[in-house]
């Protein structure tokens, strides 16, 4: 967790130094200075880092982006709700800061991997690492603006003079994901030097889930099976685990949203209410709270172990106990209190990719190929067995039912890690689902707007139909 985040800020910081007029100049003689800090491997590493760390700001943008307007989770309190808010009722615009701020971020880590990509060597042993890893950290930035947002500029190279590009058409973009996840695969280590760089698996993890969500069946299955061949992950028996801290980057991990005390997440933050009896004084909540509704938590069965991770009541530091089931009012505690936190800001990796995924997304793309067969159903009740629910029988479903079957299991296994927007766009069920809990969703929503400020900034960048 603790590896790859101290990101160097100050690669950037040269950047900018580097066009100075010459009056404001002096000599430097740090091995880092803006005329040879791409020139070092210790200073392309630092660009690296940087990238990194804006590409995977994302996991926190998506855990905002996902829950609320999936109806996975309800906000009250705090200055976020007017943020979450539209969110939640599907009124939001371009004009919603957290568009922008993603949309800008994730560019980030794409100038940065770009710049990389252009001053390493594809041949030279220490170098050719740093460029799969920075086109791994380009291809996930990428995937992820294309997830919220369709095809956006290509923007592949830091030595493009025109940024005004306009964007490609569907199947070109999906080209250049799937070229590149797949070509950096080959180049990447099965283990990264440190946790939270790019490894193979990572990058065919991502290469599944991006073909399972463009409806790539027979790609996603050859890719899933791909991964449970090499026997490099497994499902870990105890779910709870999972997500523990002193856990992190398990065997059940591909790819996670590294974090850690001073660049983390607030999501916890988010939840519980000041009055919450926090286990460390170094612990801050905030007066926003996030959470699930009792039609969900009652879904699961009595024996299912995922559903431990709900705080149903509490005590609070008053000695007043309040009743959350039954009150729409239940907390996830799938991530932990961080004992290491600064204030609000917690060092948990947040799991993007876990083999549960890749078992589950097997199942559903060989369903939607064939209909139900024995080795979906395997890989549905190894994610069953470990939750501590009864196992399915071929015999009991079709493919429809086995459809509805996998995305509720989908619902309960990954409830909390930014699955459920997704999950119910690939299965057609995020408008009528939004319509049903009477929001006013249209066909357009399965998309964000583009930012106003980038349609502003760019007269080629078309907007999304319907905003």
Same mark, same amino acid.
């Given at each position: 967790?603790?590896?790859?985040?101290?990101?160097?800020?100050?690669?950037?910081?040269?950047?900018?130094?580097?066009?100075?007029?010459?009056?404001?100049?002096?000599?430097?003689?740090?091995?880092?200075?803006?005329?040879?800090?791409?020139?070092?491997?210790?200073?392309?590493?630092?660009?690296?880092?940087?990238?990194?760390?804006?590409?995977?700001?994302?996991?926190?943008?998506?855990?905002? #982006?996902? &829950?609320?307007?999936? /109806?996975?989770?309800?906000?009250?309190?705090?200055?976020?709700?007017? #943020?979450? !808010?539209?969110?939640?009722?599907? !009124?939001?615009?371009?004009?919603?800061?957290?568009?922008?701020?993603?949309?800008?971020?994730?560019?980030?880590?794409?100038?940065?991997?770009?710049?990389?990509?252009?001053?390493?060597?594809?041949?030279?042993?220490?170098?050719?690492?740093?460029?799969?890893?920075? *086109?791994?950290?380009?291809?996930?930035?990428?995937?992820?603006?294309?997830?919220?947002?369709? &095809?956006?500029?290509?923007?592949?190279?830091?030595?493009?003079?025109?940024?005004?590009?306009?964007?490609?058409?569907?199947?070109?973009?999906?080209?250049?994901?799937?070229?590149?996840?797949?070509?950096?695969?080959?180049?990447?280590?099965?283990? /990264?030097?440190?946790?939270?760089?790019?490894?193979?698996? /990572?990058?065919?993890?991502?290469?599944?889930?991006?073909? #399972?969500?463009?409806?790539?069946?027979?790609?996603?299955?050859?890719?899933?099976?791909?991964?449970?061949?090499?026997? !490099?992950?497994? =499902?870990?028996?105890?779910?709870?685990?999972?997500?523990?801290?002193?856990?992190?980057?398990?065997? %059940?991990?591909?790819?996670?949203?590294?974090?850690?005390?001073?660049?983390?997440?607030?999501?916890?933050?988010?939840?519980?209410?000041?009055?919450?009896?926090?286990?460390?004084?170094?612990?801050?909540?905030?007066?926003?709270?996030?959470?699930?509704?009792?039609?969900?938590?009652?879904?699961?069965?009595?024996?299912?172990? *995922?559903?431990?991770?709900?705080? !149903?009541?509490?005590?609070?530091?008053?000695?007043?106990?309040?009743?959350?089931?039954?009150?729409?009012?239940?907390?996830?505690?799938?991530?932990?209190?961080?004992?290491?936190?600064?204030?609000?800001?917690?060092?948990?990796?947040?799991?993007?990719?876990?083999?549960?995924?890749?078992?589950?997304?097997?199942?559903?793309?060989?369903? %939607? #190929?064939?209909?139900?067969?024995?080795?979906?159903?395997?890989? =549905?009740?190894?994610?069953?067995?470990?939750?501590?629910?009864?196992?399915?029988?071929?015999?009991?479903?079709?493919?429809?039912?086995? *459809?509805?079957?996998?995305?509720?299991?989908?619902?309960?296994?990954?409830?909390?890690?930014?699955?459920?927007?997704?999950?119910?766009?690939?299965?057609?069920?995020?408008?009528?689902?939004?319509?049903?809990? /009477?929001?006013?969703?249209?066909?357009?929503?399965?998309?964000?707007?583009?930012?106003?400020?980038?349609?502003?900034?760019? $007269?080629?960048?078309? $907007?999304?139909?319907?905003?």
């Amino acid at each position: 967790m603790k590896s790859i985040k101290n990101i160097f800020y100050a690669s950037i910081a040269l950047l900018a130094l580097s066009g100075c007029d010459d009056l404001l100049e002096e000599n430097v003689y740090s091995e880092l200075t803006p005329g040879n800090f791409l020139t070092t491997l210790e200073g392309k590493n630092a660009v690296l880092n940087s990238a990194y760390g804006n590409s995977q700001a994302k996991g926190i943008w998506a855990y905002f #982006l996902s &829950p609320y307007v999936s /109806g996975e989770q309800w906000n009250r309190g705090g200055s976020v709700e007017s #943020l979450i !808010t539209p969110l939640s009722n599907f !009124t939001w615009d371009s004009n919603h800061e957290w568009f922008s701020q993603s949309w800008s971020q994730l560019y980030a880590a794409i100038r940065d991997a770009n710049i990389v990509i252009d001053n390493t060597s594809t041949t030279n042993d220490k170098e050719k690492s740093l460029n799969a890893e920075a *086109r791994f950290v380009r291809a996930l930035s990428f995937s992820y603006l294309y997830n919220w947002y369709g &095809p956006v500029p290509l923007i592949v190279s830091s030595k493009n003079e025109n940024l005004q590009l306009p964007r490609p058409t569907d199947d070109e973009f999906k080209s250049f994901i799937e070229k590149e996840f797949l070509e950096v695969s080959e180049l990447l280590p099965v283990k /990264g030097a440190q946790n939270g760089r790019a490894t193979k698996g /990572g990058a065919l993890g991502l290469l599944c889930k991006f073909y #399972l969500n463009t409806k790539q069946w027979q790609k996603s299955a050859d890719i899933a099976n791909q991964i449970i061949l090499s026997k !490099t992950y497994d =499902i870990l028996p105890d779910y709870k685990s999972v997500f523990a801290l002193n856990n992190e980057w398990n065997k %059940e991990i591909l790819w996670a949203t590294s974090a850690n005390g001073q660049s983390g997440h607030i999501l916890v933050a988010l939840t519980f209410p000041t009055d919450y009896p926090l286990p460390f004084s170094n612990n801050q909540v905030f007066a926003a709270r996030s959470y699930l509704f009792d039609s969900y938590v009652n879904s699961f069965a009595p024996s299912d172990v *995922r559903k431990n991770l709900f705080i !149903t009541k509490y005590t609070n530091t008053s000695g007043t106990t309040f009743q959350l089931l039954g009150n729409d009012q239940t907390f996830s505690y799938k991530y932990e209190f961080d004992p290491n936190s600064v204030g609000a800001t917690q060092g948990n990796d947040l799991p993007e990719v876990r083999y549960s995924d890749i078992l589950l997304s097997y199942a559903e793309a060989l369903n %939607e #190929l064939n209909g139900p067969t024995e080795e979906a159903i395997k890989a =549905i009740n190894k994610v069953r067995f470990r939750a501590g629910i009864s196992l399915i029988d071929l015999a009991d479903y079709n493919k429809e039912s086995l *459809r509805d079957l996998i995305l509720q299991e989908r619902s309960w296994e990954f409830y909390g890690e930014s699955k459920s927007r997704e999950d119910q766009i690939r299965h057609n069920k995020f408008i009528t689902g939004a319509i049903a809990r /009477g929001k006013k969703a249209q066909a357009f929503h399965v998309l964000f707007p583009i930012p106003l400020t980038e349609l502003n900034a760019n $007269p080629n960048l078309d $907007p999304n139909f319907g905003y």
